[in-house]
Structures are given as C-alpha cells and as structure tokens.
C-alpha cells in the first residue's frame, strides 16, 4: 500500500495528470524534516496532573497506531492540554496539528502535512485529494509521529484516516463528543479545573505585567464555574479595565444570567460564559463596529479567518448595500457614462471607509481575549461564535436583525473572495482556506434565514467540488442551492435553471447519468417555456441533455439530438459563432467515436 501510487520508474500519475521522473519522491522515501512541528504554544496550561499521566501511559504503547481521545465541554482547555502534552511529553517528531471538525477541515490539514514533509508538492497541480492520500502513505510508511486531530465532531470523520496510518504512530484527537469511541480510541474525559488550578490560572494572568490586588479571585473563579475559558476571560478583564477581582464579582452581582441558547455540552457552562462575555462585551458599548465585527466573524470557521473577510465592515452602513452592488456588477463592455459613475461611485466609498477604526476595533476585542489574531488572520472560539449569532430580545447587541445582517454581510464576503475560475491550479489554495468559512457558514445558516447569498455560495462549491472530483459534496452542495433558489426565486426562473443545471454536471462528474438525464430534460422543458425553442439557452440546454444521453450510452436519442440543435444553432446564432462551432466539432467527434464502436477493433 505504501507505494501504491506510483505506477512506473518514468512517471508519477495523479489522477489526470502526469509528472515527470524525478519531480516528487513517493511518500514513503520522505525522510520528514527534522523536528517539523506546527504545534500552538500553549498558553495558559495549570495543573491536568491525572490526565497527562493518563496520556503518557496511554502513549507508552509502541508498535501500533495509539489513538487517545480527549473529550469535555467547549472551552474547558482540551486543546490546551494536548498542545501542552504534544510540546513537552511526546517525544515524537514529526508533530503536526489539524484542525478536524469538519472532513473538509482533515483532509485539508493532511494536504498541508504532506506540503510541509515534501515541499516540493507545493509546486505541483495536485489537489487536496491527492495530497490527502500521499501524507496517509507517508503516516503508513513511518514511525514516531504525533498527528492532533483538534475539535472533532464525529468520529466516524477520523476513522478512515486512523485505520490507514500504519503500525508506528498516534493520534491524539480533542473532540466535544463524549461518546462513539469506543470502537477507536480509548478516551480521557477532561472536567472543569480544580479550584487552586483555577486560582492559579486566573492569578498568573492578572499579575503577569505588575502586582495586582488579587483578593476574591478564588470568588470570581467560583462564580465561573471553573471553568478555564471563563477564568481566562475574567482575569483579562480585570487587567484590560484595572479592576479588582472583588470589583468584578459586583459587576457579575448586577448582571444577571442571561439565557443563551444551550449546546451538547450543556446549558449551566453556556449561561456561566454569556455572563462573562456580556461583562467584558459591555465595556464596548461605545464602540459598536466591534460588536459588528463579532457578529461578522460568527458566521465563519473558527480558525484562520482571513482578515479581509471583515473589509465591508470599513464603510459606513448605510454604504455597504451598495458597495456589494458596486462589486458584483462589473463593468465589461459598459458605456463612457456608466463608467465613469461607476467610478465616482468607488471613489466616494473608499473615501467613506475608515479602516483605522474597524483596525482599532479588532485589536479592541483581541485585548478582552474575545478573539485571536495571527498576522492577517482571526481565530474565534466557538462558543463565542455561537453566542454572538444567537438573538437575543433583551441584549441589544444579539438583536435578531443585526444578527441577520451580519449574515449577510459574511456571505457577500465570502462569495466575493472567492476565485473565479476552478480550474485554474493557481486559485485552489484560495479555494482550501476559503471552503472550510464555507462550510462553517452554510452549516449555521437555518433554512428560514437562507438567501439568495447562501444559494450562491452553495451553487459555486457545488462547481468547484464536482471539477476537482468530490461529487459527493459537489451533489450535496447542488442540491441545497437548486431548493433554495426554488423556493425564492420558483422552478422557472432563470437562475434557478442555471442552478439545476450545475447540479446536473455534477451528477454527470459522479456518473450518475440516470439523475443527470432526469434533471437536464427538467430543465430543457422550463426553459423552453419560459424562452422559447429558439432561445441560446434552450439550445444550450437541448445541447447538455444529448450529452447526458451519450453519457448514459444512448446514442439512439443523442446522436439526433447533437444534430438538431447544431442545424438550430446554424439557423439562429450563425455558422460561425464560438456555440455553433464548438457542437460542430463535438458532433463530428461523436459520429467518429459511433463509426468505429460499430465497426470494431482492427
């Protein structure tokens, strides 16, 4: 299995393409750089004396995969602890950690693990597919290694991955599910800090710059609940407005509990957190583009959030509607006049934009610990996601409009960043760090607050996916953005019958010409209603299902179909428009291939 991609000693194929002898190594000739590690640091690590006990000793192990699982409430330091254990127990090298809760999220970490082993990857047209599968034969091939799968959601997502990576490495995974390992992994449930760590933690933090009153933190910490996110984010508090910890358990006397929509993992924690987060959120109360800026960032993925995802929020309100028109309507061939009030009309919202202040903003919630910044991107806990996109009729910065529009505004963003052309090898790393705020956002979006951004973003990961050969999610993806545009736009119109269309290709990409058939002739019956028989999309239509019916092996129903619609095409566009001369030659191509079936080999 090891060396099972490569075909030859002249050549190494990957899927369609062909590299030349000498350009890659096969994985299991990689010799993994020494002491490669993309380990966090971890900050903030107190106490957890049972549990990295338990780790080492599950870890002793050798000889086989060792798969551990640490399981426990958002926010209670899982990940901190297995950073921490990574950094100063394994022993293990390479380590390299992945963030996992999605399958997108895996297989794209593998790709950047297999980069990272043999760069030289980087400078190849292989997608994440293919260097998924070259780091799982480089994980089958070697030893020692320490692969952290962070945040996963199910563990049927890791469970391939685990049962192909050999007999010499581990895998510690961080996961919020507490149950379905039992056929995986060996688990180690993480709970709340005990009191002294949490004092512990909470006193560091509030004295790490100078001396500080420390009295009544062993209050605050109780009041929290223990919990470490909570104690973190209480102490940052106290050091970002110079208050005591006695101060802020009076702040948290005042503000009552408030109920915040509750999770798997429990709805006492939950509420403990909202009252922490609407304390320190409260302090900027005179700066709401920051709140604008949270409720934004709580519609992507958590992690490696690019900063430009943030830049409408630059302009003032009232501009930012027409900046997202502005940006979807491009000029092409447009006239002088329209011109040039185009341009005027950029001119004056760059001249409106102050993006001192959405900077300023970002550092302001970076300080409360509310988010992460690393150069141009943001990381957001998760339950600081969920509570800033979850309304709330007595928070007037959780009102369900804002939070609608702050939808809107990361969907809009969101389509705009990404690449225009899929096939292009030079825009899937865009397409790899942008599916996973994809994914995140789609995912968050109930069906009654779906739009017609929603379906757009669905409808071009549906394209990209089916081109780059994940039918599957091409399908799944198709088939969200053809309901959705059905029931705003109704089954006729013609963005819906462009939808379905792409839907249709991507169960053609996946060999499902029985679906594919189904929905092209759909098609081709509302669009000629709808246009008429002579219409360049109905012939465009009556052109794609005939290509169904050759995928599908009926050449009795495509071969006149081909020949119809070029005689229309002749007629109606003209013998030598770019359509007429490409069904020209598909058609010949498809008389050829028809001749030689019939007549056989030889």
């Keep these: 299995m090891a060396g099972r991609d490569v075909k030859s000693a002249t050549s190494f194929h990957t899927h369609n393409a062909v590299l030349p002898a000498g350009a890659l190594k096969s994985a299991p000739r990689v010799k993994a750089p020494a002491g490669l590690s993309n380990m966090p640091q971890p900050h903030g690590f107190v106490g957890r004396d049972r549990q990295l006990a338990a780790l080492n000793a599950a870890f002793a192990t050798s000889g086989e995969v060792v798969v551990q699982a640490l ?165 940052s508090y106290c050091v970002e407005t110079d208050i005591s910890p006695r101060h802020y358990l009076g702040l948290l006397d005042r503000k009552p509990a408030e109920t915040f929509t509750r999770t798997a993992e429990g709805g006492d924690a939950d509420r403990t957190i909202a009252r922490i987060w609407s304390i320190t959120l409260d302090r900027l109360k005179d700066m709401p583009l920051a709140w604008e800026v949270l409720r934004v960032l709580a519609w992507y993925a958590p992690d490696g959030i690019p900063c430009g995802l943030l830049d409408d929020l630059a302009y003032p309100p009232p501009l930012r509607s027409m900046v997202t028109r502005l940006r979807s309507q491009p000029l092409g061939n447009a006239n002088a006049l329209r011109t040039r009030l185009h341009r005027f009309a950029c001119h004056y919202a760059e001249r409106k934009a102050d993006r001192l202040a959405l900077s300023t903003a970002i550092g302001k919630l970076a300080a409360y610990s509310m988010i992460g910044r690393q150069g141009d991107t943001i990381t957001v806990h998760r339950l600081v996601q969920a509570f800033a996109r979850t309304p709330d009729p007595m928070d007037p910065y959780r009102r369900a409009r804002d939070i609608a529009e702050a939808q809107q505004i990361a969907a809009h963003a969101i389509g705009r960043s990404l690449p225009t052309d899929p096939d292009d090898p030079d825009t899937w790393p865009t397409w790899h760090a942008l599916l996973p705020h994809v994914a995140a956002h789609i995912d968050c979006t109930p069906p009654q607050s779906e739009t017609f951004a929603t379906a757009r973003l669905l409808r071009e990961v549906s394209n990209f996916y089916s081109r780059r050969g994940v039918v599957s999610r091409g399908i799944a993806a198709g088939i969200r953005a053809v309901q959705i545009y059905e029931r705003l736009l109704g089954r006729k119109h013609y963005v819906t019958l462009y939808s379905r269309n792409t839907l249709a290709n991507a169960y053609t990409a996946a060999g499902d010409f029985k679906c594919a058939v189904a929905l092209f002739e759909s098609n081709l019956a509302d669009t000629e209603g709808v246009f008429g028989p002579d219409h360049p999309d109905t012939l465009t239509c009556r052109n794609n299902l005939a290509a169904g019916y050759q995928g599908a092996g009926d050449l009795k129903r495509a071969i006149p179909l081909f020949e119809s619609t070029l005689a229309d095409s002749e007629r109606i566009l003209g013998a030598d428009h770019p359509d007429t001369l490409a069904r020209r030659d598909h058609f010949a191509n498809t008389r050829k291939g028809t001749k030689r079936l019939h007549r056989g080999p030889g």
């Design 71 to 235: 399981h426990g409430l958002g926010g209670v330091g899982k990940s901190t602890l297995a950073a921490y254990w990574a950094s100063t127990r394994s022993g293990s090298s390479p380590q390299w950690w992945i963030t996992a809760e999605s399958p997108a999220a895996l297989d794209a970490g593998l790709a950047d693990f297999a980069v990272a082993l043999h760069p030289a990857l980087a400078s190849t047209q292989m997608g994440a597919d293919e260097l998924r599968e070259w780091a799982l034969l480089w994980l089958a091939a070697h030893r020692n290694w320490l692969i952290v799968l962070d945040n996963v959601i199910d563990p049927q997502h890791v469970r391939p991955v685990v049962e192909r990576a050999g007999n010499g490495g581990r895998f510690l995974i961080t996961s919020r599910r507490a149950t379905g390992w039992h056929q995986l992994s060996s688990t180690v449930p993480l709970d709340v800090l005990e009191e002294a760590e949490a004092v512990e933690l909470f006193t560091r933090i509030l004295t790490h710059e100078k001396q500080r009153d420390s009295d009544g933190a062993a209050e605050v910490c109780a009041e929290v609940g223990f919990l470490p996110l909570a104690v973190e984010q209480a102490a």
